[in-house]
T-cell receptor
C-alpha cells in the first residue's frame, strides 16, 4: 500500500525566501508528526497533529515556522524568511493512535532543504 | 527528562561478524521502545516495537531485546546490505512524543 509521501524531495532556495513542504500521510492514520534531522543529530520534534485536536507546536524553533493539516489528512510545513540554519532534512511521519498500546510511526523519505 | 543514548556511534563489521547495538534510555513509564533502520537519503523504516522488559523480537538476522534500562539490537552474521543507520526511540507514559537517539551507523564489509 501507499506509504507517507513528501514533496518536494529536494528544495534549494535563497536566504530570506519562504518555503512550503508537503506531507501526505498513510490513509487512516490520524496522528501526524514533523521532525527535523540535521547531520549527526537525532530527530528533532517540531509539531504533532492528532485528529481534530489542537496541534502541539511546542517543538517549532521560531515563529517563522508554522504548519497546518487540512481535512485531517495532508499537512504543510511553512518556513518564512528562511535562514541558513534552517538547512536540514524535514521528515514527516504518521501513525495510528492506539488506545492501549503504541503504534509505530511510518516515515516519508523527507525533504532535503538547502538555504543558500 | 526522557533521554535516549545509543552506542556505539559507528560500527564496522566484517561480513558474518555478529555484534550488538545498544540503546540506553530513561523515561517515565515506558509505553514502547522502537527500532528503525535508516538508509542514506531515505526516511527511517520501522523494524520493531518492544513494550516490556524481557520481551524479544526477531526479523531475519536481527533480534531486539529489552530490559528496564536498555535495549539491544543483535545482528547475527551480518551482510553488506545490513549497512545502515539504526535508530532507537522511546515513548513515555502520558505523552505522544517519541524521543529519538542519534543512531548507530553500521557498515558491513564484504
Amino acid at each position: 500500500g501507499a506509504g507517507v509521501s513528501q514533496s518536494p524531495s529536494n528544495k534549494v532556495t535563497e536566504k530570506g525566501k519562504d518555503v512550503e513542504l508537503r506531507c501526505d500521510p498513510i490513509s487512516g492514520h490520524t496522528a501526524l508528526y514533523w521532525y527535523r534531522q540535521s547531520l549527526g543529530q537525532g530527530l528533532e520534534f517540531l509539531i504533532y497533529f492528532q485528529g481534530n485536536s489542537a496541534p502541539d507546536k511546542s517543538g517549532l524553533p521560531s515563529d517563522r515556522f508554522s504548519a497546518e493539516r487540512t481535512g485531517g489528512s495532508v499537512s504543510t510545513l511553512t518556513i518564512q524568511r528562511t535562514q541558513q540554519e534552517d538547512s536540514a532534512v524535514y521528515l514527516c511521519a504518521s501513525s495510528l493512535v492506539g488506545t492501549e498500546s503504541n503504534q509505530p510511526q511510518h516515515f516519508g523519505d523527507g525533504t532535503r532543504l538547502s538555504i543558500l | 527528562e526522557d533521554q535516549v543514548t545509543q552506542s556505539p556511534e559507528a560500527l564496522r563489521l566484517q561480513e558474518g561478524e555478529s555484534s550488538s547495538l545498544n540503546c540506553s534510555y530513561t523515561v517515565s513509564g515506558l509505553r514502547g521502545l522502537f527500532w528503525y533502520r535508516q538508509d542514506p537519503g531515505k526516511g527511517p523504516e520501522f523494524l520493531f516495537t518492544l513494550y516490556s522488559a524481557g520481551e524479544e523480537k526477531e526479523k531475519e538476522r536481527l533480534k531486539a531485546t529489552l530490559t528496564k534500562k536498555e535495549s539491544f539490537l543483535h545482528i547475527t552474521a551480518p551482510k553488506p546490505e545490513d549497512s545502515a543507520t539504526y535508530l532507537c526511540a522511546v515513548q513515555g507514559g502520558g505523552t505522544y512524543k517519541y524521543i529519538f537517539g542519534t543512531g548507530t551507523r553500521l557498515k558491513v564489509l564484504a
